[in-house]
């Protein structure tokens, strides 16, 4: 739930919230239509911004600070593990394993040209996740 503005204007509040107001005052955590934690979690998965120094491991080259994101948080899913029927002897995966992962949903690769001595320019490319979500790990 977000923080709660007030206006100039006495006896006129506003309430901002992501989950529907019954529900936050009843301690009821909201779930989105996929079955995800909603909002009101802050330890769900989503993307967590932040920055990294990179430098070329060689060659002498200028660092470039980015701004980079990962995706961290825990998925409302629960793991699981069945086991296999098999009618040979020897049995290489007994089980079947279900789990859910906060991984990269969508991401763009972008890129970094670092200067370097001799006036050279090295390019470094690297993926910048734009959203996150739970999906089974492989």
Do not use: W
């Amino acid at each position: 739930m977000k923080k709660s503005a007030l206006l100039n204007q006495p006896g006129i509040v506003l309430l901002l919230v992501t989950c529907p107001l019954l529900s936050v005052l009843q301690g009821v955590t909201c779930k989105t239509e996929n079955g995800h934690l909603g909002d009101s979690d802050p330890e769900r998965c989503m993307r967590h911004h932040y920055v990294e120094t990179i430098t070329h491991p060689i060659y002498k080259c200028n660092s470039k600070m980015v701004l980079l994101a990962r995706c961290e948080g825990h998925c409302s899913h629960t793991s699981r593990s069945d086991p296999l029927i098999s009618f040979s002897s020897v049995l290489k995966q007994p089980f079947k394993s279900t789990c859910f992962c906060c991984r990269p949903h969508t991401s763009k690769l972008k890129a970094v040209r670092l200067r370097c001595s001799g006036g050279t320019r090295i390019t470094a490319t690297y993926r910048y996740i734009l959203a996150c979500s739970c999906e089974e790990c492989s």
